[in-house]
Protein backbone atom coordinates (compact mmCIF):
# COMPACT_ATOMS: atom_id res chain seq x y z
CA UNK A 1 0.00 0.00 0.00
CA UNK A 2 1.22 4.09 -0.57
CA UNK A 3 2.19 5.36 2.05
CA UNK A 4 0.72 9.00 1.84
CA UNK A 5 -2.82 8.67 3.47
CA UNK A 6 -3.25 12.78 4.34
CA UNK A 7 -3.81 13.37 0.75
CA UNK A 8 -6.68 11.24 0.80
CA UNK A 9 -8.16 11.89 4.01
CA UNK A 10 -7.92 15.76 3.55
CA UNK A 11 -9.60 15.34 0.18
CA UNK A 12 -12.13 13.00 1.52
CA UNK A 13 -13.00 15.48 4.36
CA UNK A 14 -13.31 18.32 1.75
CA UNK A 15 -15.68 16.61 -0.18
CA UNK A 16 -17.23 16.16 2.44
CA UNK A 17 -18.79 19.43 2.70
CA UNK A 18 -20.18 19.11 -0.53
CA UNK A 19 -22.19 15.45 0.50
CA UNK A 20 -23.24 17.24 3.52
CA UNK A 21 -24.75 19.93 0.52
CA UNK A 22 -26.08 17.48 -1.00
CA UNK A 23 -27.45 15.81 1.49
CA UNK A 24 -29.56 19.19 3.02
CA UNK A 25 -32.16 19.46 0.80
CA UNK A 26 -33.25 15.87 1.32
CA UNK A 27 -33.04 15.87 5.29
CA UNK A 28 -34.91 19.12 4.65
CA UNK A 29 -38.19 17.81 2.78
CA UNK A 30 -37.88 14.79 5.26
CA UNK A 31 -37.62 16.93 8.59
CA UNK A 32 -41.00 18.99 7.15
CA UNK A 33 -43.09 16.47 5.35
CA UNK A 34 -41.99 13.26 6.43
CA UNK A 35 -41.43 12.65 2.34
CA UNK A 36 -38.10 10.74 1.28
CA UNK A 37 -37.59 12.67 -2.48
CA UNK A 38 -36.58 9.75 -4.30
CA UNK A 39 -35.60 12.87 -7.13
CA UNK A 40 -33.30 14.46 -4.84
CA UNK A 41 -30.21 12.93 -6.71
CA UNK A 42 -32.02 13.74 -9.88
CA UNK A 43 -33.00 17.45 -9.27
CA UNK A 44 -29.49 17.40 -8.09
CA UNK A 45 -28.07 16.46 -11.20
CA UNK A 46 -30.59 18.83 -12.94
CA UNK A 47 -28.91 21.35 -11.33
CA UNK A 48 -25.40 20.66 -12.64
CA UNK A 49 -27.00 20.09 -15.89
CA UNK A 50 -28.26 23.75 -15.57
CA UNK A 51 -25.22 25.37 -14.96
CA UNK A 52 -23.56 23.34 -17.81
CA UNK A 53 -25.96 25.13 -19.93
CA UNK A 54 -25.04 28.02 -18.31
CA UNK A 55 -21.38 28.02 -19.03
CA UNK A 56 -21.54 26.58 -22.12
CA UNK A 57 -24.37 27.92 -23.97
CA UNK A 58 -24.21 31.79 -22.27
CA UNK A 59 -20.45 31.87 -21.66
CA UNK A 60 -21.18 32.65 -17.90
CA UNK A 61 -19.38 31.58 -14.71
CA UNK A 62 -21.09 28.65 -13.14
CA UNK A 63 -21.10 30.31 -9.72
CA UNK A 64 -22.39 34.07 -11.12
CA UNK A 65 -24.88 31.09 -13.22
CA UNK A 66 -26.52 30.44 -10.07
CA UNK A 67 -27.97 33.34 -9.89
CA UNK A 68 -30.22 31.81 -12.80
CA UNK A 69 -30.13 28.61 -11.97
CA UNK A 70 -31.45 28.91 -8.50
CA UNK A 71 -33.97 30.92 -8.72
CA UNK A 72 -35.26 28.33 -11.39
CA UNK A 73 -34.56 25.53 -9.48
CA UNK A 74 -37.06 26.81 -6.61
CA UNK A 75 -39.60 27.39 -9.29
CA UNK A 76 -39.47 23.86 -10.16
CA UNK A 77 -39.40 22.55 -6.41
CA UNK A 78 -42.46 24.73 -5.50
CA UNK A 79 -44.02 23.46 -9.06
CA UNK A 80 -43.76 19.43 -8.16
CA UNK A 81 -45.11 20.01 -4.40
CA UNK A 82 -47.57 22.21 -5.35
CA UNK A 83 -48.65 20.32 -8.02
CA UNK A 84 -47.67 16.49 -7.59
CA UNK A 85 -46.62 15.48 -3.67
CA UNK A 86 -48.78 17.63 -1.73
CA UNK A 87 -52.18 15.30 -4.10
CA UNK A 88 -49.57 12.06 -3.74
CA UNK A 89 -49.50 12.49 0.39
CA UNK A 90 -53.29 12.50 0.18
CA UNK A 91 -53.54 8.85 -2.03
CA UNK A 92 -52.03 6.83 0.37
CA UNK A 93 -48.34 6.11 2.05
CA UNK A 94 -46.86 4.75 -0.79
CA UNK A 95 -48.11 7.36 -4.00
CA UNK A 96 -45.36 10.08 -2.71
CA UNK A 97 -42.65 7.12 -3.14
CA UNK A 98 -44.08 5.50 -6.59
CA UNK A 99 -44.90 9.40 -8.01
CA UNK A 100 -41.08 10.50 -6.85
CA UNK A 101 -39.67 7.58 -8.86
CA UNK A 102 -41.35 8.36 -11.62
CA UNK A 103 -40.72 12.16 -11.55
CA UNK A 104 -37.08 10.83 -10.75
CA UNK A 105 -37.22 8.17 -14.23
CA UNK A 106 -39.13 11.35 -16.04
CA UNK A 107 -35.84 13.81 -15.14
CA UNK A 108 -33.11 11.40 -15.89
CA UNK A 109 -34.91 10.99 -19.42
CA UNK A 110 -35.13 14.45 -20.19
CA UNK A 111 -31.63 15.28 -18.93
CA UNK A 112 -30.63 12.93 -21.38
CA UNK A 113 -32.28 14.29 -24.13
CA UNK A 114 -31.39 17.33 -23.95
CA UNK A 115 -27.47 16.54 -23.00
CA UNK A 116 -27.31 13.76 -24.37
CA UNK A 117 -26.22 10.09 -22.32
CA UNK A 118 -22.63 11.63 -22.62
CA UNK A 119 -20.62 12.29 -19.48
CA UNK A 120 -20.31 15.84 -18.98
CA UNK A 121 -18.07 18.45 -16.50
CA UNK A 122 -18.29 21.91 -15.72
CA UNK A 123 -15.23 23.26 -16.48
CA UNK A 124 -13.73 26.68 -15.52
CA UNK A 125 -10.50 28.25 -14.54
CA UNK A 126 -10.53 27.04 -10.77
CA UNK A 127 -11.73 23.89 -11.53
CA UNK A 128 -8.57 22.88 -12.65
CA UNK A 129 -6.06 24.87 -10.13
CA UNK A 130 -4.53 23.61 -6.88
CA UNK A 131 -3.62 24.49 -3.90
CA UNK A 132 -0.88 23.39 -1.42
CA UNK A 133 -1.03 22.59 2.35
CA UNK A 134 0.87 20.56 4.60
CA UNK A 135 3.16 19.72 1.34
CA UNK A 136 0.90 18.54 -0.99
CA UNK A 137 -0.59 19.87 -4.06
CA UNK A 138 -4.64 19.53 -3.85
CA UNK A 139 -7.42 20.33 -6.16
CA UNK A 140 -8.58 23.76 -5.68
CA UNK A 141 -12.24 22.94 -6.23
CA UNK A 142 -12.39 20.44 -3.23
CA UNK A 143 -11.37 23.51 -1.09
CA UNK A 144 -14.24 25.85 -2.43
CA UNK A 145 -16.04 22.36 -2.10
CA UNK A 146 -15.31 22.44 1.55
CA UNK A 147 -16.43 26.07 1.79
CA UNK A 148 -19.51 26.26 -0.13
CA UNK A 149 -20.70 23.10 2.07
CA UNK A 150 -19.93 25.00 5.48
CA UNK A 151 -21.38 28.06 4.19
CA UNK A 152 -24.25 27.14 3.09
CA UNK A 153 -25.30 25.19 6.19
CA UNK A 154 -25.15 28.13 8.24
CA UNK A 155 -26.85 30.26 6.54
CA UNK A 156 -29.32 27.66 6.10
CA UNK A 157 -28.85 27.48 10.10
CA UNK A 158 -29.03 31.13 10.73
CA UNK A 159 -32.15 31.04 8.15
CA UNK A 160 -34.51 28.17 10.17
CA UNK A 161 -33.55 29.91 13.56
CA UNK A 162 -34.23 33.88 12.66
CA UNK A 163 -36.88 34.61 9.94
CA UNK A 164 -40.11 34.13 9.95
CA UNK A 165 -40.35 31.51 7.61
CA UNK A 166 -37.42 29.91 8.74
CA UNK A 167 -38.95 29.22 12.14
CA UNK A 168 -42.42 28.24 10.25
CA UNK A 169 -40.88 25.91 8.76
CA UNK A 170 -39.17 24.61 11.79
CA UNK A 171 -42.64 24.71 13.37
CA UNK A 172 -44.49 22.62 10.94
CA UNK A 173 -41.33 20.07 10.95
CA UNK A 174 -42.11 19.41 14.92
CA UNK A 175 -45.60 19.26 14.68
CA UNK A 176 -47.76 20.18 11.66
CA UNK A 177 -51.06 20.31 13.62
CA UNK A 178 -49.93 22.71 16.20
CA UNK A 179 -48.50 24.98 13.49
CA UNK A 180 -51.39 25.26 11.94
CA UNK A 181 -53.30 26.28 15.07
CA UNK A 182 -50.99 28.75 15.45
CA UNK A 183 -51.88 30.09 12.06
CA UNK A 184 -49.08 29.29 9.87
CA UNK A 185 -50.19 28.40 6.38
CA UNK A 186 -48.48 25.29 6.42
CA UNK A 187 -49.48 24.41 2.59
CA UNK A 188 -47.80 27.46 1.47
CA UNK A 189 -44.70 26.12 4.02
CA UNK A 190 -44.48 23.09 2.27
CA UNK A 191 -43.89 24.69 -0.81
CA UNK A 192 -41.16 27.18 0.28
CA UNK A 193 -39.69 24.21 2.06
CA UNK A 194 -39.64 22.32 -1.55
CA UNK A 195 -37.98 25.14 -2.83
CA UNK A 196 -35.41 25.87 -0.65
CA UNK A 197 -34.40 22.68 -0.87
CA UNK A 198 -34.12 22.98 -4.65
CA UNK A 199 -32.09 25.55 -4.29
CA UNK A 200 -29.37 23.93 -1.85
CA UNK A 201 -29.94 21.35 -4.88
CA UNK A 202 -28.63 23.49 -8.03
CA UNK A 203 -25.72 24.49 -5.22
CA UNK A 204 -24.73 21.15 -4.79
CA UNK A 205 -25.21 20.00 -8.49
CA UNK A 206 -23.01 23.12 -9.64
CA UNK A 207 -20.21 22.03 -7.02
CA UNK A 208 -19.96 18.38 -7.66
CA UNK A 209 -20.57 19.07 -11.49
CA UNK A 210 -17.10 21.11 -11.11
CA UNK A 211 -15.70 18.07 -9.23
CA UNK A 212 -16.66 15.11 -10.71
CA UNK A 213 -18.04 14.17 -14.34
CA UNK A 214 -21.41 13.93 -14.17
CA UNK A 215 -24.12 11.79 -16.46
CA UNK A 216 -28.12 11.85 -16.83
CA UNK A 217 -28.07 8.50 -14.72
CA UNK A 218 -25.52 10.15 -11.96
CA UNK A 219 -28.67 10.81 -9.48
CA UNK A 220 -28.64 7.47 -7.83
CA UNK A 221 -25.47 7.89 -6.61
CA UNK A 222 -26.17 11.29 -5.35
CA UNK A 223 -29.54 10.41 -3.81
CA UNK A 224 -27.45 7.06 -2.25
CA UNK A 225 -24.37 9.61 -0.94
CA UNK A 226 -27.23 12.15 0.46
CA UNK A 227 -29.44 9.69 2.18
CA UNK A 228 -25.98 7.85 4.14
CA UNK A 229 -24.94 11.13 5.05
CA UNK A 230 -28.38 11.96 6.50
CA UNK A 231 -28.80 8.10 7.70
CA UNK A 232 -25.28 8.37 9.23
CA UNK A 233 -25.68 12.00 10.94
CA UNK A 234 -29.37 10.69 12.50
CA UNK A 235 -32.21 12.70 11.01
CA UNK A 236 -33.11 16.61 11.79
CA UNK A 237 -29.55 17.24 12.86
CA UNK A 238 -27.31 19.47 10.42
CA UNK A 239 -23.99 19.15 12.34
CA UNK A 240 -24.84 15.31 12.61
CA UNK A 241 -25.35 15.61 8.40
CA UNK A 242 -22.58 17.23 8.37
CA UNK A 243 -20.28 14.77 9.79
CA UNK A 244 -21.97 12.26 7.98
CA UNK A 245 -20.62 13.89 4.88
CA UNK A 246 -17.65 13.70 6.07
CA UNK A 247 -17.25 10.33 6.49
CA UNK A 248 -18.46 9.43 3.34
CA UNK A 249 -16.51 11.80 1.92
CA UNK A 250 -13.25 10.14 3.42
CA UNK A 251 -14.21 6.46 3.41
CA UNK A 252 -14.79 7.06 -0.69
CA UNK A 253 -11.34 9.08 -1.10
CA UNK A 254 -9.82 6.19 1.25
CA UNK A 255 -11.39 3.38 -0.88
CA UNK A 256 -10.70 4.89 -3.87
CA UNK A 257 -6.96 4.83 -2.59
CA UNK A 258 -6.52 1.91 -1.46
CA UNK A 259 -8.78 -0.40 -3.66
CA UNK A 260 -8.94 1.63 -6.83
CA UNK A 261 -11.42 4.38 -8.72
CA UNK A 262 -13.45 1.55 -9.76
CA UNK A 263 -14.20 0.39 -6.30
CA UNK A 264 -14.72 3.44 -4.46
CA UNK A 265 -18.61 3.79 -4.86
CA UNK A 266 -19.55 -0.27 -4.11
CA UNK A 267 -17.78 0.58 -0.98
CA UNK A 268 -19.73 3.26 -0.36
CA UNK A 269 -22.60 1.32 -1.20
CA UNK A 270 -22.30 -1.57 1.22
CA UNK A 271 -20.92 0.47 3.92
CA UNK A 272 -24.47 2.65 3.91
CA UNK A 273 -25.92 -0.62 3.31
CA UNK A 274 -24.07 -2.60 6.73
CA UNK A 275 -25.05 0.90 8.44
CA UNK A 276 -28.74 0.95 7.93
CA UNK A 277 -28.68 -2.69 9.55
CA UNK A 278 -26.98 -2.27 12.53
CA UNK A 279 -27.52 1.61 13.26
CA UNK A 280 -30.47 2.84 11.34
CA UNK A 281 -30.97 5.37 14.03
CA UNK A 282 -27.24 7.00 13.02
CA UNK A 283 -24.01 6.29 14.43
CA UNK A 284 -24.93 9.95 16.89
CA UNK A 285 -28.09 9.14 17.48
CA UNK A 286 -29.70 7.40 20.79
CA UNK B 1 -64.33 -10.95 2.56
CA UNK B 2 -61.90 -11.14 5.46
CA UNK B 3 -61.55 -12.95 8.41
CA UNK B 4 -62.79 -16.23 7.36
CA UNK B 5 -60.70 -19.05 5.29
CA UNK B 6 -62.15 -19.25 1.28
CA UNK B 7 -62.12 -22.10 0.07
CA UNK B 8 -60.56 -21.44 -3.83
CA UNK B 9 -63.47 -23.20 -5.79
CA UNK B 10 -62.38 -25.37 -8.94
CA UNK B 11 -63.90 -22.31 -11.35
CA UNK B 12 -61.57 -19.94 -10.31
CA UNK B 13 -58.69 -22.41 -11.33
CA UNK B 14 -60.73 -23.23 -14.28
CA UNK B 15 -60.51 -19.01 -14.85
CA UNK B 16 -56.97 -19.41 -14.81
CA UNK B 17 -56.03 -22.98 -16.59
CA UNK B 18 -58.75 -22.71 -19.69
CA UNK B 19 -57.13 -19.18 -20.79
CA UNK B 20 -53.45 -20.60 -20.06
CA UNK B 21 -54.04 -23.50 -21.93
CA UNK B 22 -55.41 -22.05 -25.06
CA UNK B 23 -52.14 -19.68 -25.02
CA UNK B 24 -50.31 -22.77 -24.87
CA UNK B 25 -51.46 -24.50 -27.82
CA UNK B 26 -50.42 -21.29 -29.80
CA UNK B 27 -47.20 -22.22 -30.84
CA UNK B 28 -48.69 -26.08 -32.08
CA UNK B 29 -50.93 -24.63 -34.24
CA UNK B 30 -47.89 -22.22 -35.65
CA UNK B 31 -48.93 -18.88 -34.11
CA UNK B 32 -47.21 -16.06 -35.23
CA UNK B 33 -43.57 -15.62 -33.95
CA UNK B 34 -44.08 -12.37 -32.93
CA UNK B 35 -47.43 -13.08 -31.20
CA UNK B 36 -45.24 -15.41 -29.07
CA UNK B 37 -42.36 -13.25 -27.88
CA UNK B 38 -45.63 -11.13 -27.12
CA UNK B 39 -47.26 -13.14 -24.44
CA UNK B 40 -43.77 -14.83 -24.03
CA UNK B 41 -42.79 -10.81 -22.28
CA UNK B 42 -46.75 -10.50 -20.99
CA UNK B 43 -46.24 -13.95 -18.83
CA UNK B 44 -43.08 -12.50 -17.48
CA UNK B 45 -44.01 -9.44 -16.26
CA UNK B 46 -47.46 -10.45 -14.93
CA UNK B 47 -45.57 -12.90 -12.72
CA UNK B 48 -42.66 -9.74 -11.53
CA UNK B 49 -45.82 -7.28 -11.08
CA UNK B 50 -47.64 -9.90 -9.20
CA UNK B 51 -44.93 -10.45 -6.88
CA UNK B 52 -44.12 -6.43 -6.91
CA UNK B 53 -47.81 -6.14 -6.04
CA UNK B 54 -47.89 -8.68 -3.29
CA UNK B 55 -44.83 -6.36 -1.89
CA UNK B 56 -45.85 -2.96 -2.54
CA UNK B 57 -49.15 -3.01 -2.19
CA UNK B 58 -50.39 -5.70 -0.20
CA UNK B 59 -47.55 -5.61 2.59
CA UNK B 60 -46.13 -1.82 2.55
CA UNK B 61 -43.10 -2.55 0.98
CA UNK B 62 -42.01 -0.42 -1.86
CA UNK B 63 -39.26 -2.18 -2.90
CA UNK B 64 -36.51 -0.88 -5.58
CA UNK B 65 -34.31 -3.81 -5.24
CA UNK B 66 -36.18 -6.29 -7.56
CA UNK B 67 -33.65 -5.87 -10.36
CA UNK B 68 -31.43 -7.64 -7.87
CA UNK B 69 -33.89 -11.12 -7.53
CA UNK B 70 -34.35 -11.37 -10.77
CA UNK B 71 -30.43 -10.93 -11.72
CA UNK B 72 -28.73 -12.86 -8.92
CA UNK B 73 -31.34 -15.82 -10.06
CA UNK B 74 -30.48 -14.90 -13.74
CA UNK B 75 -26.42 -14.92 -13.29
CA UNK B 76 -26.83 -18.64 -11.50
CA UNK B 77 -28.85 -20.13 -13.74
CA UNK B 78 -26.29 -18.76 -16.76
CA UNK B 79 -23.18 -19.62 -14.95
CA UNK B 80 -24.56 -22.53 -14.11
CA UNK B 81 -24.49 -23.68 -17.52
CA UNK B 82 -20.78 -22.76 -17.68
CA UNK B 83 -19.82 -25.18 -14.95
CA UNK B 84 -22.01 -28.00 -15.73
CA UNK B 85 -25.30 -27.59 -13.87
CA UNK B 86 -28.26 -28.33 -16.14
CA UNK B 87 -30.35 -24.65 -17.24
CA UNK B 88 -33.14 -26.67 -15.72
CA UNK B 89 -31.77 -27.08 -12.40
CA UNK B 90 -30.06 -23.68 -12.73
CA UNK B 91 -34.14 -21.80 -13.12
CA UNK B 92 -34.59 -22.96 -9.40
CA UNK B 93 -31.02 -22.97 -8.17
CA UNK B 94 -31.61 -19.02 -9.27
CA UNK B 95 -34.82 -18.87 -7.38
CA UNK B 96 -32.96 -20.14 -4.40
CA UNK B 97 -30.39 -17.59 -4.92
CA UNK B 98 -32.57 -15.15 -4.83
CA UNK B 99 -34.94 -16.33 -1.39
CA UNK B 100 -31.78 -16.65 0.11
CA UNK B 101 -30.59 -12.91 -0.78
CA UNK B 102 -33.55 -11.54 0.14
CA UNK B 103 -33.47 -13.54 3.82
CA UNK B 104 -30.10 -12.03 3.83
CA UNK B 105 -31.44 -8.69 2.85
CA UNK B 106 -34.05 -8.35 5.03
CA UNK B 107 -32.27 -8.29 8.45
CA UNK B 108 -30.99 -4.48 7.11
CA UNK B 109 -34.18 -3.35 5.10
CA UNK B 110 -36.83 -4.65 7.89
CA UNK B 111 -34.96 -2.00 10.07
CA UNK B 112 -36.31 0.77 8.12
CA UNK B 113 -39.81 1.93 8.16
CA UNK B 114 -41.49 2.53 4.98
CA UNK B 115 -39.88 5.43 3.98
CA UNK B 116 -36.18 4.43 4.31
CA UNK B 117 -37.14 1.21 2.88
CA UNK B 118 -37.38 2.48 -0.78
CA UNK B 119 -33.38 3.51 -0.53
CA UNK B 120 -32.40 1.06 1.29
CA UNK B 121 -33.76 -1.29 -1.74
CA UNK B 122 -32.59 1.14 -4.04
CA UNK B 123 -28.83 0.57 -3.44
CA UNK B 124 -28.68 -2.96 -3.89
CA UNK B 125 -28.99 -3.14 -7.55
CA UNK B 126 -26.72 -0.47 -8.13
CA UNK B 127 -24.55 -2.22 -5.61
CA UNK B 128 -24.59 -5.59 -7.77
CA UNK B 129 -24.03 -3.94 -10.92
CA UNK B 130 -20.62 -2.74 -9.84
CA UNK B 131 -19.71 -6.55 -8.01
CA UNK B 132 -20.76 -7.76 -11.74
CA UNK B 133 -18.71 -5.12 -13.58
CA UNK B 134 -15.78 -6.37 -11.30
CA UNK B 135 -16.28 -9.94 -10.53
CA UNK B 136 -15.95 -12.46 -13.37
CA UNK B 137 -16.45 -15.73 -11.43
CA UNK B 138 -16.02 -18.18 -14.02
CA UNK B 139 -13.48 -17.84 -17.12
CA UNK B 140 -13.93 -17.33 -20.62
CA UNK B 141 -13.33 -14.91 -22.80
CA UNK B 142 -14.99 -11.28 -21.95
CA UNK B 143 -18.24 -10.50 -23.63
CA UNK B 144 -19.64 -7.08 -23.64
CA UNK B 145 -18.48 -4.80 -20.61
CA UNK B 146 -17.67 -6.60 -17.38
CA UNK B 147 -19.28 -10.32 -16.51
CA UNK B 148 -21.51 -10.62 -19.75
CA UNK B 149 -22.08 -14.69 -20.36
CA UNK B 150 -24.04 -16.44 -23.10
CA UNK B 151 -25.92 -19.52 -21.80
CA UNK B 152 -24.27 -22.61 -22.79
CA UNK B 153 -25.88 -25.46 -23.55
CA UNK B 154 -29.34 -25.32 -25.15
CA UNK B 155 -28.65 -26.00 -28.65
CA UNK B 156 -31.30 -28.62 -27.81
CA UNK B 157 -34.50 -26.07 -26.97
CA UNK B 158 -36.54 -24.13 -29.12
CA UNK B 159 -37.83 -21.08 -28.37
CA UNK B 160 -41.44 -22.92 -27.28
CA UNK B 161 -39.84 -24.12 -24.47
CA UNK B 162 -39.30 -21.05 -23.16
CA UNK B 163 -42.77 -19.27 -23.90
CA UNK B 164 -44.38 -22.67 -21.91
CA UNK B 165 -41.69 -22.27 -18.81
CA UNK B 166 -43.57 -18.60 -18.40
CA UNK B 167 -46.78 -19.67 -19.14
CA UNK B 168 -46.81 -22.25 -16.50
CA UNK B 169 -44.91 -19.44 -14.01
CA UNK B 170 -47.35 -16.87 -14.73
CA UNK B 171 -50.27 -19.13 -13.65
CA UNK B 172 -48.34 -20.53 -10.59
CA UNK B 173 -47.55 -16.47 -9.84
CA UNK B 174 -51.47 -16.23 -9.97
CA UNK B 175 -52.39 -19.28 -7.93
CA UNK B 176 -49.36 -17.92 -5.07
CA UNK B 177 -51.33 -14.53 -4.97
CA UNK B 178 -54.53 -15.88 -4.26
CA UNK B 179 -53.80 -18.73 -1.85
CA UNK B 180 -51.25 -15.85 -0.26
CA UNK B 181 -53.91 -13.41 0.44
CA UNK B 182 -56.53 -15.72 1.45
CA UNK B 183 -54.49 -17.65 4.45
CA UNK B 184 -53.43 -16.08 7.47
CA UNK B 185 -50.02 -14.76 5.62
CA UNK B 186 -52.46 -12.60 3.96
CA UNK B 187 -54.89 -11.66 6.52
CA UNK B 188 -51.44 -10.98 8.87
CA UNK B 189 -50.31 -8.57 5.86
CA UNK B 190 -53.74 -7.05 5.79
CA UNK B 191 -53.62 -6.25 9.35
CA UNK B 192 -50.04 -4.89 9.66
CA UNK B 193 -50.52 -2.31 6.38
CA UNK B 194 -53.48 -1.03 8.33
CA UNK B 195 -51.92 -0.54 11.66
CA UNK B 196 -48.60 -2.32 12.56
CA UNK B 197 -48.32 -1.64 15.76
CA UNK B 198 -51.47 -2.76 16.76
CA UNK B 199 -51.04 -6.08 14.28
CA UNK B 200 -47.83 -6.94 16.64
CA UNK B 201 -50.19 -6.44 19.87
CA UNK B 202 -52.32 -8.05 18.75
CA UNK B 203 -49.74 -11.24 18.11
CA UNK B 204 -48.83 -11.12 14.99
CA UNK B 205 -45.58 -11.45 14.42
CA UNK B 206 -44.24 -8.59 11.89
CA UNK B 207 -41.08 -9.11 11.20
CA UNK B 208 -41.69 -12.57 9.96
CA UNK B 209 -44.17 -12.18 7.88
CA UNK B 210 -42.67 -9.67 6.06
CA UNK B 211 -39.25 -11.73 5.67
CA UNK B 212 -41.88 -14.98 4.21
CA UNK B 213 -43.59 -12.39 2.05
CA UNK B 214 -40.27 -10.77 0.75
CA UNK B 215 -39.14 -14.00 0.41
CA UNK B 216 -41.36 -15.72 -1.71
CA UNK B 217 -41.58 -12.41 -3.85
CA UNK B 218 -37.95 -12.86 -4.45
CA UNK B 219 -37.93 -16.71 -5.75
CA UNK B 220 -40.70 -16.14 -7.91
CA UNK B 221 -39.01 -13.24 -9.46
CA UNK B 222 -35.85 -14.66 -9.50
CA UNK B 223 -37.65 -17.52 -11.62
CA UNK B 224 -38.72 -15.11 -13.91
CA UNK B 225 -35.29 -13.61 -14.27
CA UNK B 226 -33.87 -17.12 -14.53
CA UNK B 227 -36.43 -17.88 -17.61
CA UNK B 228 -36.22 -14.64 -18.95
CA UNK B 229 -32.13 -14.55 -19.56
CA UNK B 230 -32.72 -18.42 -20.84
CA UNK B 231 -34.77 -17.01 -23.67
CA UNK B 232 -32.53 -14.04 -24.13
CA UNK B 233 -29.72 -16.51 -24.27
CA UNK B 234 -27.13 -13.39 -22.63
CA UNK B 235 -26.72 -11.84 -19.65
CA UNK B 236 -24.57 -8.72 -18.87
CA UNK B 237 -24.83 -6.31 -15.49
CA UNK B 238 -25.89 -3.22 -16.98
CA UNK B 239 -29.26 -4.18 -18.40
CA UNK B 240 -29.64 -6.91 -15.67
CA UNK B 241 -29.56 -4.73 -12.50
CA UNK B 242 -31.27 -1.78 -14.62
CA UNK B 243 -33.69 0.45 -12.99
CA UNK B 244 -35.85 0.27 -16.28
CA UNK B 245 -37.09 -3.27 -14.84
CA UNK B 246 -37.96 -1.30 -11.48
CA UNK B 247 -40.08 0.55 -14.49
CA UNK B 248 -41.41 -1.67 -15.94
CA UNK B 249 -42.83 -3.62 -12.84
CA UNK B 250 -44.00 -0.84 -11.11
CA UNK B 251 -45.76 0.42 -14.07
CA UNK B 252 -47.69 -2.23 -15.05
CA UNK B 253 -48.98 -3.00 -11.28
CA UNK B 254 -49.89 0.90 -10.80
CA UNK B 255 -51.97 0.80 -14.55
CA UNK B 256 -53.85 -2.09 -13.91
CA UNK B 257 -54.40 -0.89 -10.20
CA UNK B 258 -52.16 -1.28 -6.71
CA UNK B 259 -53.35 -3.90 -4.31
CA UNK B 260 -55.89 -5.67 -6.87
CA UNK B 261 -55.72 -9.30 -7.54
CA UNK B 262 -56.34 -8.60 -11.61
CA UNK B 263 -54.58 -5.08 -11.44
CA UNK B 264 -51.26 -7.29 -12.46
CA UNK B 265 -52.96 -8.66 -14.88
CA UNK B 266 -54.50 -5.73 -17.18
CA UNK B 267 -51.39 -3.93 -15.99
CA UNK B 268 -48.87 -6.67 -17.58
CA UNK B 269 -51.05 -6.72 -20.90
CA UNK B 270 -50.63 -2.43 -21.36
CA UNK B 271 -46.80 -2.57 -20.74
CA UNK B 272 -45.99 -5.35 -22.94
CA UNK B 273 -47.82 -2.80 -25.80
CA UNK B 274 -45.54 -0.19 -23.88
CA UNK B 275 -43.25 -1.40 -24.27
CA UNK B 276 -43.02 -2.60 -28.36
CA UNK B 277 -44.67 0.67 -29.17
CA UNK B 278 -42.25 2.82 -27.27
CA UNK B 279 -39.31 0.83 -29.11
CA UNK B 280 -39.34 3.35 -32.05
CA UNK B 281 -38.61 5.61 -29.70
CA UNK B 282 -36.04 3.92 -27.01
CA UNK B 283 -34.48 7.89 -26.15
CA UNK B 284 -37.81 9.37 -25.14
CA UNK B 285 -39.63 5.67 -23.55
CA UNK B 286 -38.46 6.54 -19.81
CA UNK B 287 -39.95 9.67 -20.33
CA UNK B 288 -43.08 8.75 -21.53
CA UNK B 289 -43.44 6.16 -19.19
CA UNK B 290 -42.72 8.12 -16.21
CA UNK B 291 -45.45 10.48 -17.33
CA UNK B 292 -48.18 8.10 -17.44
CA UNK B 293 -47.10 6.35 -14.04
CA UNK B 294 -47.43 9.74 -12.50
CA UNK B 295 -50.87 10.58 -14.02
CA UNK B 296 -52.42 7.21 -13.67
CA UNK B 297 -51.07 7.73 -9.54
CA UNK B 298 -52.21 11.12 -9.49
CA UNK B 299 -55.73 10.38 -11.45
CA UNK B 300 -56.80 7.05 -10.52
CA UNK B 301 -54.46 5.98 -7.97
CA UNK B 302 -56.35 2.07 -8.62
CA UNK B 303 -55.39 1.91 -12.03
CA UNK B 304 -57.44 0.45 -14.26
CA UNK B 305 -59.34 -1.69 -11.89
CA UNK B 306 -60.34 1.43 -9.94
CA UNK B 307 -62.17 3.16 -13.20
CA UNK B 308 -63.53 -0.78 -13.81
CA UNK B 309 -65.36 -1.13 -10.82
CA UNK B 310 -66.97 2.02 -11.17
CA UNK B 311 -68.71 -0.15 -13.55
CA UNK B 312 -71.75 -2.13 -12.65
CA UNK B 313 -71.34 -5.44 -14.75
CA UNK B 314 -67.44 -5.20 -14.31
CA UNK B 315 -68.59 -6.00 -9.95
CA UNK B 316 -70.85 -8.86 -10.74
CA UNK B 317 -68.37 -10.11 -13.37
CA UNK B 318 -65.86 -10.08 -10.53
CA UNK B 319 -67.83 -10.76 -7.38
CA UNK B 320 -68.85 -14.05 -9.43
CA UNK B 321 -65.48 -15.05 -10.30
CA UNK B 322 -63.86 -14.06 -6.62
CA UNK B 323 -66.42 -16.36 -4.72
Known amino acids: MSGDILTPILMGVMLGGLYALTALGLSMVFGVMRLINLAHGDLVVLGAYGSYAVLTMLGIDPILGLVITVPLMFCIGILIQKYLMSKAVTIGAEAPLIIAFGLSLIIQNANQIMFSPQSRGINTAYSQASFHIFGRQLPMIYLLDFIVGVVVMLVMQEFLKRTYMGRAISAAAQDTRASKLMGINTKRIYYYAFGIAMVSAAIAGTFLGMTFPFTPTSGTTFLTIAFGAVIIGGLGSMMGTFLGGIILGVVQTLSAHFLGANAQMLVLYVIILILLAFRPQGLFGR | ?323
Not at chain 2, 88 to 98: E, P, S
Open chain 2, 1 to 323: MMGTKMHTKPTVLLGYLVPALVLALLPVFGAPRSWLLYIFLFAIYLTMANMWNLLAGYSGLVSLCQPAFLGLAGYTMVIGTWIGIPWYCGIFLGAIVAALFSLLLSNAVFRLTGVYFSIGTMVVPEALRMVFYLWRPVGGSMVGAGAGYMVKGIESLRPDHFYWLALALAVVSMVIMRVVLRSDLGLGLAAVRDNEKSAATAGVNVFKLKVYTFMIAGAVTGLAGAIYYLNNGYIEPSNTFNVKWTMTLILATVIGGVRTEEGPFLGSIVAVFLYFMLARYSGYSLLIQGIILVVIMLASPQGIVGLLRKLKWYRNFTGYVAD
